[in-house]
């Protein structure tokens, strides 16, 4: 058979758990096969990060086998199946009936795995591997298609984007980590699609940016939702201009391999105003932490851009911060603009290096207790005074608790003359 061919390479040890469940469910005589993305990383020579489970077996009969399992999505054939401490889906062959919100079909079929691979996304995401005869079985032309390095729907581009308007998003995600350009008719399907990403939940648009921004093909990622159409219809008000555009593409782009999706989000909102973040970050389902991070960073983006400037307590009051390391990066990205970058980059790490781990963030030599033994009452005078204090303490002014009782004494005879 022309779309059965031979796994090129031996499997990983981490698809032995997959293995394992295709064996068992083989064994009670069910047709059973790995899919989706873990093929297609095998075939480009990469280690996939999961190993996805198709079966011809319904929801209740995987559910009868194994132990544990969680009902997952069991409406649309999908269990979570327990193997060496890992969780493997499990995902019966479906057609899927009608889509009428762009998300979800109102009804799934249970059906062989030619028709299951037809209902998918893109072609290199389409195709099965059978474990035991190490044989891919390719429906969709996924293989000439990676060969081709090339993402293109299955089937016809509009009907696959009428039904899941995330798959525009997906279609980027995918071009932007495999470094494949987009078939034109696909793209053009996307294109044309662009403004149903608007009716797409919040938080599946932040599971995919998530998903683009943590990984180093960020700045393609960046490019190719510019170059389909989708940058306005990533969250209510989104927009950027032409120059904004680019300066966020040149930053993207000098980040590190590995960096938070925060900082990503802060570059992409540096104009931006706390309000107009608040907002956003609601409206992408963002968590609280998540958004703290990326207000502080967008906060004090420019904070380092002259390493001098800040006083000592300034700059350990910025490494006291989780976010301080994307600063850092950011920073970096930064300087990248000046002719002197590298003379400022090795003053700021200069400074850095200068400053001892546990002087940093110290516990303060005057505390509460001791302005109130003095009849310094909480309020604002109170806070201004322990400030005050701290920040001579960070500034290694004041260097022991003898010298911070003594500056509290000036200090209120200067208040109380």
Same mark, same amino acid.
């Given at each position: 058979?022309?779309?059965?061919?031979?796994?090129?390479?031996?499997?990983? &040890?981490?698809?032995?758990?997959?293995?394992?469940?295709?064996?068992?469910?083989? &064994?009670?005589?069910?047709?059973?096969?790995?899919?989706?993305?873990?093929?297609?990383?095998?075939?480009?020579?990469?280690?996939?990060?999961?190993?996805?489970?198709?079966?011809? %077996?319904?929801?209740?009969?995987?559910?009868?086998?194994?132990?544990?399992?969680?009902?997952?999505?069991?409406?649309?054939?999908v269990v979570l199946v327990k193997r060496r401490r890992r969780w493997i889906e499990v995902a019966t062959f479906r057609t899927?009936?009608?889509?009428?919100? @762009?998300?979800?079909?109102?009804?799934?079929?249970?059906?062989?795995?030619? #028709?299951?691979?037809?209902?998918?996304?893109?072609?290199?995401?389409?195709?099965?591997?059978?474990?035991?005869?190490?044989?891919?079985?390719?429906?969709?032309?996924?293989?000439? !298609?990676?060969?081709?390095?090339?993402?293109?729907?299955? @089937?016809?581009?509009? %009907?696959?984007?009428?039904?899941?308007?995330?798959?525009?998003?997906?279609?980027?995600?995918?071009?932007?980590?495999?470094?494949?350009?987009?078939?034109?008719?696909?793209?053009?399907?996307?294109?044309? #699609?662009?403004?149903?990403?608007?009716?797409?939940?919040a938080e599946r648009v932040r599971e995919e940016l998530e998903r683009m921004f943590l990984h180093p093909a960020r700045q393609?990622?960046?490019?190719?939702?510019? !170059?389909?159409?989708?940058?306005?219809?990533?969250?209510?008000?989104? @927009?950027?201009?032409?120059?904004?555009?680019?300066?966020?593409?040149?930053?993207?782009?000098?980040?590190?391999?590995? %960096?938070?999706?925060? +900082?990503?989000?802060?570059?992409?909102?540096?104009?931006?105003?706390?309000?107009?973040?608040?907002?956003?970050?609601? !409206?992408?389902?963002?968590?609280?932490?998540?958004?703290?991070?990326?207000?502080?960073?967008?906060? #004090?983006?420019?904070?380092?851009?002259?390493?001098?400037?800040?006083?000592?307590?300034?700059?350990?009051?910025?490494?006291?911060?989780?976010?301080?390391?994307?600063?850092?990066?950011?920073?970096?990205?930064?300087?990248?603009?000046?002719?002197?970058?590298?003379?400022?980059?090795?003053?700021?790490?200069?400074?850095?290096?200068?400053?001892?781990?546990?002087?940093?963030?110290?516990?303060?030599?005057?505390?509460?207790?001791?302005?109130?033994?003095?009849?310094?009452?909480?309020?604002?005078?109170?806070?201004?005074?322990?400030?005050?204090?701290?920040?001579?303490? +960070?500034?290694?002014?004041?260097?022991?608790?003898?010298?911070? +009782?003594?500056?509290?004494?000036? +200090?209120?005879?200067?208040?109380?003359?």
């Amino acid at each position: 058979m022309d779309n059965v061919f031979p796994l090129p390479r031996d499997l990983p &040890a981490a698809a032995e758990p997959a293995t394992e469940i295709v064996r068992q469910l083989r &064994a009670a005589g069910h047709q059973t096969l790995l899919a989706g993305g873990c093929v297609r990383d095998l075939l480009l020579g990469q280690t996939p990060e999961d190993f996805d489970v198709a079966t011809a %077996a319904l929801p209740e009969q995987v559910s009868a086998l194994f132990r544990p399992t969680r009902q997952v999505g069991a409406q649309f054939g999908v269990v979570l199946v327990k193997r060496r401490r890992r969780w493997i889906e499990v995902a019966t062959f479906r057609t899927d009936g009608p889509y009428l919100d @762009g998300r979800r079909p109102v009804q799934v079929t249970p059906t062989d795995a030619r #028709h299951d691979a037809l209902r998918r996304d893109f072609t290199v995401n389409g195709m099965f591997l059978d474990p035991l005869a190490r044989q891919v079985i390719d429906y969709v032309g996924g293989r000439a !298609d990676l060969e081709a390095r090339v993402i293109r729907a299955i @089937g016809e581009p509009v %009907a696959r984007f009428d039904e899941d308007y995330l798959r525009l998003l997906r279609a980027v995600r995918f071009a932007a980590r495999l470094g494949f350009p987009i078939e034109p008719a696909t793209l053009a399907a996307i294109r044309s #699609h662009a403004p149903t990403l608007a009716q797409v939940a919040a938080e599946r648009v932040r599971e995919e940016l998530e998903r683009m921004f943590l990984h180093p093909a960020r700045q393609r990622a960046w490019g190719w939702l510019g !170059d389909c159409g989708l940058l306005p219809y990533l969250w209510p008000g989104a @927009g950027w201009q032409a120059a904004q555009i680019q300066r966020i593409d040149t930053l993207l782009g000098r980040l590190p391999a590995e %960096a938070p999706f925060e +900082l990503t989000m802060a570059i992409l909102l540096a104009d931006r105003t706390p309000d107009d973040i608040e907002r956003i970050a609601r !409206d992408l389902t963002l968590s609280n932490e998540q958004r703290e991070m990326t207000m502080w960073l967008v906060a #004090h983006q420019v904070d380092l851009d002259e390493p001098a400037r800040p006083s000592l307590a300034e700059l350990k009051r910025l490494m006291a911060q989780p976010a301080f390391a994307a600063l850092h990066r950011l920073t970096a990205a930064r300087y990248e603009d000046r002719p002197d970058a590298d003379v400022r980059r090795n003053g700021l790490d200069a400074r850095l290096r200068s400053i001892a781990p546990d002087t940093v963030q110290p516990e303060p030599f005057v505390r509460g207790d001791d302005l109130l033994q003095r009849g310094v009452a909480p309020g604002p005078a109170y806070k201004e005074i322990l400030d005050a204090l701290y920040t001579r303490q +960070l500034d290694e002014v004041i260097r022991s608790r003898d010298e911070a +009782l003594a500056a509290l004494e000036a +200090l209120l005879k200067e208040r109380n003359p």
